[in-house]
């Protein structure tokens, strides 16, 4: 269990990356990514990167 | 380069010329009062900290360059009139950049214009994004540019969120202005600007959303104010949604210590992409933003000059040579001579001086002219606070307000330029100027073609050449003590 963000719509303003407390987002390239090995998905709580995306449906779930 | 951009020769001529012309009768010195283009009634501490500042001192407008870096794309707000998502290299307005860059890439860049452009005095940051949420960019950035050229002036702008914990960390960087933008004081009015906000890990919607939000930028504005920092509140007019508002906003925050207020008009096309944009928002026509800013005159004192520059805008107000100044673009080596900037600001400190005088002069004129009720004109220029642009290269006309008590700036409107590379565009001028030149009595020109000085006519607006290169005061003044002041006595 994962988050995941949608390459084609994501604005690559950095916010999630500044948020995520397990610091499994991060510059790949040109496009940002969610190391999926250690995203807890917030352990339950809303996910902080969906919170902080400005973009509705960026970052969802896998 | 644009020629918008004053040459430093043109200028220093000038000064020359004005030091050797007999100096007019003044009634007092310049650098205490006099005119209302100067220091006017601000106190001598604030003068001295903006008088170099395009975006906040009225004259220093007609002087000097300002650029922003666009270091700090994250934010933590979502404003209905903002689309994070849009990026193009032709859209001149807030929030909207081709190019991010690091802190390290944007010193450089910094460095690069300053060595182009010594008219350069101010680097803000400025979205997209926020500032102070993007705190750590927005100081490494400062950090790296301090190093490069000491006497720069730094300032930034945010939406007041985060501001609270960064006031410390802005009083250690020495810098001197700050803008917030304050849409609301009332929470309720704010669920119409603010769909959401992302505070203390999570995400807060409707009221709750524009409660904090409030209370936040209160807090913050009270805490730099309380540090001696200028704090500059801009607001965006959005008809039906907040516009009898902002002079509730107005009281607010001068209350709380705000120097300038700053009310823009919004900007909404669908095309944009903004919630507002796509969902038929208007924003505000000229006289609808000139009614609200005569209402808000007595109290923060109001900015009327604002351009709504584009994150990464380089050059003076009213103009942007950001594409020529693009990374690609930019020589890592570009030579720095800090001697050509002390010798530019030592000129505008000349001309300057020559300008108060001459609005001294303009002033004296008009008070001596018979009654006649005040007038709007608008001004084709190209800085220098001069009359010095063809009518049909002006993109934008500054528009002063004349009348027995004086000649007083009151805003810009933008245009499309009527002349296209020889030919006059007869669609522009039906379309775009002679609507955005509504309950204007004449436009002042350099120079004019005899066509559109028809139209213009014909629309009830005169177009007047007599005055190039003179002073907008001056010609202002002039023109408005002949056509109205018939009894006007002869100056000794």
Known sequence: MAMQIDASTCTACGACE??????????????????????TECDGDPAKCVAVCPVDDCITQV | MSSNVIPLSSIRAKAQMAEAAPKPAGGCSASSCGSSKGAGDMPAHIWEKIKDHPCYSEEAHHYFARMHVAVAPACNIQCNYCNRKYDCANESRPGVTSERLTPEQAALKVAAVAARVPQLSVLGIAGPGDSM???KKTFETFRAVEKRLPDLKFCVSTNGLS???????????????????????DPEVGTGIYPWIYFNGRRYTGLDASKILHERQMEGLEGLTAKGILVKVNSVMIPGVNDQ??????????????????????????????????????????????????????GANLMRHCRQCRADAVGMLGEDLSQDFTMDKIDADAAYDPEARRLYREVVERERADHRQAAEAAEAELSAAAPAPAQLVAVCTKGGGRINQHFGHATEFQIYEVDRDGVRF???RKVENYCKGGYGDDDALEDSVIPALEGIAAV?????????????????????????????????AG????????????LA
């Open chain 2, 163 to 185: 501001l609270p914990d960064q006031v410390e960390r802005l009083a250690q960087h020495n810098i001197d202005h700050v803008t917030i933008t304050i849409n609301m004081v």
């Open chain 2, 444 to 476: 002042f020109v350099s120079k004019i073609g005899s066509c559109p000085k028809r139209d213009l006519a014909k629309a009830g607006i005169a177009a007047i050449d007599a005055y190039p290169f003179e002073y907008i005061e001056t010609a202002v």
């Open chain 2, 133 to 135: 949420f993007d705190w």
């Open chain 2, 410 to 412: 009151v805003g810009h």
């Open chain 1, 18 to 39: 500044f948020e995520c407390p397990t610091a499994s987002i991060s510059m790949k390239g040109d496009i940002y990514i969610i190391k999926a090995s250690s995203c």
């Open chain 2, 479 to 490: 023109w408005f003590a002949e056509a109205f002041g018939a009894e006007r006595r002869d």
């Open chain 2, 245 to 298: 508002h902002l002079i509730a906003v107005n009281e607010a925050i001068k209350a709380r210590g705000a120097f300038l207020h700053n009310v823009m008009p919004l900007i909404s096309a669908p095309e944009h992409g903004t919630w507002f944009g796509l969902n038929g928002q208007r924003g505000p026509k000229p006289m609808e933003l000139k009614e609200l800013q005569d209402k808000l005159a007595g």
